[in-house]
């Protein structure tokens, strides 16, 4: 299989499927420490902390300290949310607040017991 198939079929793979040690990478995009970004980190932490438990690499750019990260991604308003990995790509804007939207944002699946 070429490199392009295979990378392909693992991304399809870990679009349908998210093994328990799927890594994400995220990037979240905040505007210094206003009260909006600050719940934002801490909300994030604390759903990245629940749900993934080690799994995940986050990181924090202030879009007033690096200006040019925030214009190399397109962000045009923060708080941001970048999940890079696992496939596909996802933003999710604002603080981070409703739970379910962050979940359904990193493709993951919260089991409810009916």
Same mark, same amino acid.
């Given at each position: 299989?070429?490199?392009?198939?295979?990378?392909?079929?693992?991304?399809?793979?870990?679009?349908?499927?998210?093994?328990?040690?799927?890594?994400?990478?995220?990037?979240?995009?905040?505007?210094?420490?206003? =009260?909006?970004?600050? /719940?934002?980190?801490?909300?994030?932490?604390?759903?990245? &902390? $629940?749900? %993934?438990? !080690?799994?995940?690499?986050?990181?924090?750019?202030?879009?007033?300290?690096?200006?040019?990260?925030?214009?190399?991604?397109?962000?045009?308003?923060?708080?941001?949310?970048?999940?890079?990995? =696992?496939?596909?790509? /996802?933003?999710?804007?604002?603080?981070?607040?409703?739970? &379910? $939207?962050? %979940?359904? !944002?990193?493709?993951?699946?919260?089991?409810?017991?009916?």
């Amino acid at each position: 299989m070429t490199n392009q198939a295979e990378n392909f079929q693992r991304a399809m793979e870990g679009f349908f499927a998210r093994p328990d040690d799927t890594h994400y990478i995220l990037s979240l995009f905040i505007t210094g420490a206003t =009260p909006k970004s600050t /719940r934002a980190v801490k909300n994030l932490i604390a759903i990245c &902390d $629940r749900y %993934l438990q !080690g799994r995940y690499e986050l990181e924090v750019i202030d879009i007033y300290q690096q200006p040019e990260r925030a214009q190399k991604e397109g962000i045009i308003a923060a708080p941001t949310l970048i999940k890079t990995l =696992p496939l596909p790509l /996802r933003r999710l804007v604002g603080d981070m607040s409703d739970e &379910d $939207r962050v %979940l359904a !944002g990193l493709g993951l699946r919260v089991k409810t017991n009916v």
